[in-house]
């Protein structure tokens, strides 16, 4: 597996991981195209043997916050799950990103329920020596389509390496 920077021609590969997910809120393969353009230096691209995307993490930086990311989307194909891929693209891009100062922390929203998530997060902060805080960020109510579950923000940092 090689960690990567994704580029254009990957929107369509990532959008496909995301939807076969099940989990993830599906954005228009538009805006994968663009994630992969304008959020690449904060993104990461899991490709295997014959440079393939199997998985992914989109992100950004907080205007109001500029060293702390925005953890969009983590997905991974469904033939790589169970081998610890999601945590790898995890450290792998906040590793890229602390080497280079502009990490001090994160931010992720998870819908309660999602256990993988939930497992990952929780994993990251433990292992990385930060806080982990949680609190409802987006209440149920807020959604105008209706049957969405709250959104949690889960703030993790300072880190202690």
């Known amino acids: 597996m090689r960690l ?23 954005n228009s393969s538009y805006s994968y195209l663009l994630w992969c353009r304008d959020f690449a230096g904060t993104s ?11 998985g992914f993490v989109t992100g950004y930086f907080r205007p109001e916050r500029p060293h702390t990311l925005v953890v969009w989307q ?3 194909d ?27 922390g994160i931010e992720t929203t998870i819908t309660p329920g999602n256990t993988p998530s939930e497992r990952l997060f929780t994993s990251y902060a433990k292992r990385h ?14 959604f105008p389509d209706g049957g969405h579950d709250p959104e949690v923000l889960y703030r993790i940092g300072p880190f202690a390496d």
């Open 4 to 26: 990567d920077h994704p580029g254009v021609e990957d929107g369509a590969a990532i959008w496909r991981i995301a939807r076969d997910s099940r989990t993830l809120d599906l």
């Open 44 to 54: 990461v691209v899991a490709r295997d043997a014959g440079g393939e995307p199997v």
């Open 74 to 76: 983590v997905a991974v």
């Open 78 to 104: 469904a033939s790589q799950r169970g081998r610890g891929l999601a945590a790898a693209l995890l450290d792998g891009l906040t590793d890229r990103l602390r080497e280079k100062g502009r990490l001090d």
């Open 129 to 142: 020596g930060a806080e982990l805080e949680r609190e409802v960020l987006f209440g149920a109510g807020l």
